[in-house]
């Protein structure tokens, strides 16, 4: 079955810092990935839906220069939390679908653990 | 609106049955899916219905009703590796690569010995 992978899978950074989280299709070219955010006990919160080479598209509530997406390549997406705070510390997965994929396939990376102190 | 509605836990016994319910009311429907996601861990795959009706994959199995906007997932001879949280999602609008899944808030499933 199709990969993706997350980078990193944990960190813990400062109040104020940034973070970028990288989100790869390893075995496939995600035309289409979904950021989701899931904190303790929650279910899965999405965020934003990003195209290849196109803006971002951001759930209400979800601040686009906060959350900055960039997904640059068909096989690459990254989250960068800006100016971090110790509410954002969740659990972050992205999702990828392909070109060729069925209605069904939709395939989640293992998640980074984000920790804001 | 959407919303997608799940037990928030439920507790059975290994080699049991256990039936998880899922409603959902949503602007469309383009089919509902069944994911299991161990604690820390991503969501995996297990099943997924568009049609009315039961699909069966080994132990697993899933319902779905349309016109009730219903859904289960049945887990049988349960082991103590079911244990997880069981997630209901639906893909409410067709034809579209871009469509996410909403997720209900999950079912925290406990097998005991």
């Known amino acids: 079955g199709a990969v993706v992978s997350q980078h990193p899978s944990r960190v813990i950074c400062k109040s104020g810092t940034s973070v970028k989280i990288e989100c790869r299709s390893l075995?496939?070219?995600?035309?289409?990935m979904f950021w989701y955010r899931q904190f303790p006990k929650q279910s899965l919160m999405l965020m934003a839906t990003?195209?290849?080479?196109?803006?971002?598209?951001?759930e209400q509530g979800v601040e686009k220069d906060k959350f900055l997406i960039n997904h640059a390549s068909l096989t690459l997406s990254t989250l960068t939390v800006t100016s971090a705070h110790p509410e954002d510390s969740s659990f972050y997965i992205c999702s990828a679908r392909g070109t060729s994929s069925t209605i069904y396939e939709q395939y989640f990376g293992p998640g980074t653990r984000l920790t804001v102190t | 609106g959407q919303n997608i509605d799940q037990p928030t836990e439920m507790t059975a016994t290994e080699g049991a049955i256990v039936q998880i319910n899922c409603t959902y009311q949503?602007?469309?429907?383009?089919?509902l899916f069944w994911y299991q996601q161990h604690a820390g861990e991503a969501p995996t795959f297990l099943s997924y219905?568009?049609?009315?009706g039961l699909e069966e994959k080994g132990r697993f199995s899933s319902f779905l009703s349309r016109s009730k906007g219903y859904s289960y997932l049945l887990l049988k001879e349960l082991q103590m590796k079911d244990s997880a949280s069981y997630l209901c999602a639906v893909r409410d609008e067709e034809n579209s690569g871009n469509t996410p899944l909403v997720f209900g808030k999950g079912t925290r499933l406990s097998v005991i010995a």
């Open positions: 219905n568009v049609l009315d």
């Open positions: 990003s195209n290849e080479g196109s803006k971002a598209t951001y």
């Open positions: 075995d496939f070219q995600a035309t289409t």
């Open positions: 949503t602007s469309g429907f383009n089919g």
